[in-house]
């Protein structure tokens, strides 16, 4: 095992040492930060336009300036003691002589009252809708009011009626709560860009080996389990580092962004000791099963070019893995995801996201992660045996089937 | 220490690759496994080396089975290979551990043998940035990293100048005085000439030698006199050599020689002496009578061209003759 502490090693510090490694990383942390800066803006200014809103609707100025520009004719006299109208500019003695005004841009508006509950806001093409709102409102105010004074009634019994607030709430005991969803949403698009991500390495980091003929020199060195051992786990271990500086700087942004923290964490994700070692046991798991897998399709070909081809059919399944986890979080009790948890190539994203998402029995979880311990135990060992066929292949690109049926014969020992 | 090989077999689906492949190699001496493109080398060097598993036979390090990776054993494979975007002592090092050094004894083996190949500037820089020679010295450095006990070089000269080969050359040479088991392959005969004490000749998996390289020149000289006339060319001393001398059967016993002015003939049917006054007496003035010294190429040609008569059908003793008549 020595040997594969090496390999671990010089792959682990290879991979630091590129400069795409940091320079990935330095750009997912910046666009963190530029989320969480953006984010903290919106909430900054939202509540401060619900301060604004909730203590003076409209100050004198502001209706001074809604209301100058405009003129009016009323043909009724019950809106002698209507306020309102001592703010706008300009009286008429009739309709069409406001009119002619309007016309001639003399004003900006004109409101004809026909009676205490119907009026004309007129315009010359320019709209003004806050105007003609506005005015709508205070004549309702100044109708209840005069209602309220004929009838002898409170007008702060009235609004206090009306003020009466329910508050429902719809709780669905076997569903978490919104802020669990957000939080699935998180660990599933995490998780499938480390698999994709690193997964791609392995096998790039394999086939290069075959094309620049260093894998003979290994071979001949160390045994292939130490080399796919070691070269698997450094990946894993820098794609994760990666993961933890994202999630690092996220905290950090959050924290002297001014957010707090516990409450963002605390009031919305609801999880308990079964989640997370769900998550961390099938995020784990399923992602180094998953860069075996990768490893030992690199093995397979011998040039560069022809990775892509290789690694095709695990990443269409593993797409199709985090389709069905994104159709889960809307739909979690459908079938498909159940199934799904219990497929060990689809059971990285989807059984973590029905924990997270709703109560499920331990028995559930228990029987879904011996599955894929066996399968990952079968994997590896199937990576392995793939990977020691194919690192000396230097041939056509070897075809899976084929491989499988020469170990199945034991032509790989 | 002495490597041996024990009836290796080797098949890559239906295509029999090696047949009872046995040699023996010893310490101390160097050994010139050689063959054709396609004969078989680099698959019995990677059986040897546990990169390919052998269907039948075994191979034994003094009598036990060999197991290179619990040996320090350096290769220089035919395909080389490193990492081209490393830096250079880093992997150097690196393939130092894997091999079971330690990584100070590493870094000291492979500062020591950069100065040696007078590339210790370049002990920084990515292996990329070096021209196709220096990165072919590289190669061969990590072979001897470490001091190996067994070195194993799969067509090691092919891409070093002749400054190069020489450096590589004394390397060669120290490891076979320090008493290592050194096999290397070659195409290059003037090499393998210079270095091994002995040779394997490998044709379509066969075995066809192995064993000490003066006996098996020997072998071929045995009987065998290259004769140089003064005033005569080759075409006319055969004339004259058939007048004089009816005994000698010369279709049966004069052999091809890529030489144009002398002529190798078996003598096995008469005493040398006999034949050099005969010849006098026929008023040939002769330049040159001296036991033929059959060169690597004479060897190598001389049995791979009567392997290949007999793998096309025709029995052993048909054989022995084209190939008397065709060397």
Request: aromatic share 10%; glycine share 6%.
């Amino acid at each position: 095992m020595r040997n594969s502490g090496l390999v671990f090693s010089f792959e682990f510090k290879s991979i630091l040492r590129k400069k795409s490694y940091l320079a990935t990383t330095i750009v997912l942390c910046l666009i963190v930060i530029a989320a969480v800066i953006i984010l903290s803006f919106l909430v900054n200014k939202e509540e401060l336009s619900e301060d604004t809103d909730s203590d003076v609707l409209f100050t004198d100025e502001d209706v001074n300036d809604i209301l100058s520009d405009g003129g009016y004719y009323t043909a009724t006299d019950e809106l002698k003691d209507f306020s309102l109208l001592k703010n706008i500019k300009q009286e008429f003695a009739d309709e069409d002589s406001l009119k002619t005004a309007l016309s001639n841009d003399e004003i900006l508006f004109g409101v004809v009252f026909y009676s205490t509950s119907d009026f004309a806001f007129m315009v010359n093409g320019e709209q003004n809708p806050i105007a003609g709102a506005f005015i709508e409102q205070q004549l309702l105010n100044f109708n209840r009011t005069n209602y309220f004074e004929a009838n002898n009634i409170d007008p702060e019994l009235i609004t206090g009626i009306y003020n009466v607030q329910v508050n429902a709430t719809n709780i669905d005991i076997s569903q978490k709560g919104i802020g669990n969803f957000v939080f699935a949403m998180i660990y599933t698009v995490l998780l499938y860009m480390l698999i994709i991500l690193y997964g791609t390495t392995v096998s790039s980091s394999v086939a290069r080996e075959k094309d620049n003929r260093t894998m003979e020199l290994l071979i001949a060195n160390t045994k292939a389990d130490y080399l796919i051992i070691g070269k698997t786990l450094a990946a894993g271990l820098a794609g994760m580092l990666q993961i933890l500086a994202l999630i690092v700087t996220l905290l950090l942004s959050l924290k002297f962004s001014g957010q707090d923290i516990i409450d963002l964490i605390g009031g919305f994700i609801e999880l308990n000791a079964t989640t997370i070692i769900t998550m961390v046991l099938f995020g784990l798991t399923g992602y180094i099963s998953y860069l075996f897998i990768y490893a030992a399709l690199g093995a397979l070909v011998s040039k560069m070019e022809d990775v892509n081809y290789a690694v095709t059919p695990v990443m269409l399944i593993f797409i199709a893995a985090y389709l069905i986890a994104i159709y889960g979080m809307g739909n979690p009790h459908s079938l498909l995801l159940k199934v799904a948890s219990y497929f060990p190539l689809t059971s990285v994203l989807t059984m973590p996201v029905r924990t997270i998402l709703l109560n499920i029995s331990p028995v559930e979880i228990m029987i879904s992660a011996a599955i894929m311990l066996a399968s990952i135990a079968i994997f590896s060992f199937l990576a392995i045996r793939i990977y020691r066929l194919g690192s000396l292949n230097y041939g056509n690109r070897m075809k899976f089937g084929k491989t499988l049926k020469m170990i199945l014969r034991g032509e790989d020992s | 220490m002495k490597l041996k090989l024990n009836n290796i077999n080797k098949s890559f689906g239906k295509l029999h690759v090696l047949h009872d492949v046995s040699f023996e190699v010893d310490s101390g001496r160097a050994m010139g496994f050689l063959g054709r493109n396609g004969s078989g080398k680099t698959t019995s060097i990677r059986c040897i080396m546990d990169i390919f598993k052998p269907d039948s036979g075994e191979i034994l390090l003094d009598d036990q089975p060999f197991k290179p990776r619990e040996l320090k054993v350096g290769y220089l494979p035919e395909e080389r290979g490193m990492y081209s975007k490393e830096p250079i002592l880093e992997q150097l090092i690196y393939f130092g551990q894997l091999r079971g050094g330690s990584k100070a004894e590493s870094k000291k083996s492979a500062e020591e043998w950069l100065e040696r190949f007078e590339l210790s500037e370049y002990a920084n820089k990515k292996l990329e940035v070096l021209s196709k020679g220096n990165q072919q010295k590289i190669q061969i450095i990590q072979a001897f990293l470490n001091d190996p006990e067994m070195i194993i070089l799969d067509e090691p000269f092919s891409g070093l100048d002749p400054v190069n080969a020489e450096l590589f050359k004394d390397a060669i040479r120290d490891a076979i005085k320090k008493n290592k088991l050194v096999i290397f392959s070659s195409h290059q005969m003037g090499y393998v000439e210079e270095f091994c004490d002995d040779i394997t000749l490998i044709d379509k998996g066969d075995i066809l030698i192995n064993g000490s390289l003066a006996d098996v020149k020997a072998e071929m000289s045995q009987d065998k006199y290259r004769l140089e006339a003064a005033n005569l060319n080759r075409e006319q001393l055969e004339q004259e050599l058939k007048q004089i001398e009816s005994d000698l059967n010369l279709e049966q016993n004069l052999l091809a020689n890529e030489d144009k002015i002398s002529l190798i003939i078996n003598l096995s049917n008469i005493a040398p002496n006999n034949f050099l006054q005969k010849v006098i007496a026929a008023d040939v003035q002769i330049k040159n009578f001296s036991v033929y010294l059959p060169t690597l190429t004479d060897v190598f040609l001389h049995y791979v061209k009567e392997h290949d008569l007999l793998t096309n059908g025709i029995n052993e003793q048909d054989a022995e003759k084209a190939r008397d008549v065709s060397f």
